[in-house]
Nanobody
Framework: QVQLVESGGGLVQAGDSLRLSCAAS????????MGWFRQAPGKEREFVAA????????YDADSVKGRFTISRDNAKNTVYLQMNSLKPEDTAVYYC???????????????????WGQGTQVTVSS
């Protein structure tokens, strides 16, 4: 069982940076693959980034490649999403997720994750 709590969202201007954090409870955090997804009003939830349990492979959506970086600190039970050069189209609720069973490119799919946080709002003004 894993509980996830996101933080770090807010209102920023285009071009600014934010770092989202997702703190996980439980002693087995290091066993979980972790992902970030986002959902804008009226749109489906979309993949943003993922990182494997072993911290050696990351995946990024094309829309954020080169701007967002996912990382994790297993000692702190925390996964991060560093977001640079933010654009108005990045406005959404951002969710972190934890999953055990999937591997490889399957990590870009929401159904690869069994645990989700409550989300944090990111708003980017133009």
């Amino acid at each position: 069982q894993v509980q996830l709590v996101e933080s770090g969202g807010g209102l920023v201007q285009a071009g600014d940076s934010l770092r989202l954090s997702c703190a996980a409870s439980g002693r087995t955090f290091s066993s979980y693959n972790m992902g970030w997804f986002r959902q804008a009003p009226g749109k489906e939830r979309e993949f943003v980034a993922a990182i494997t349990w072993s911290n050696d492979i990351t995946y990024d959506a094309d829309s954020v490649k080169g701007r967002f970086t996912i990382s994790r600190d297993n000692a702190k039970n925390t996964v991060y999403l560093q977001m640079n050069s933010l654009k108005p189209e990045d406005t959404a609720v951002y969710y972190c997720a934890a999953g055990l069973l999937s591997v490889g490119r399957a990590l870009i799919r929401p159904n690869s994750y069994g645990y989700w946080g409550q989300g944090t709002q990111v708003t980017v003004s133009s």
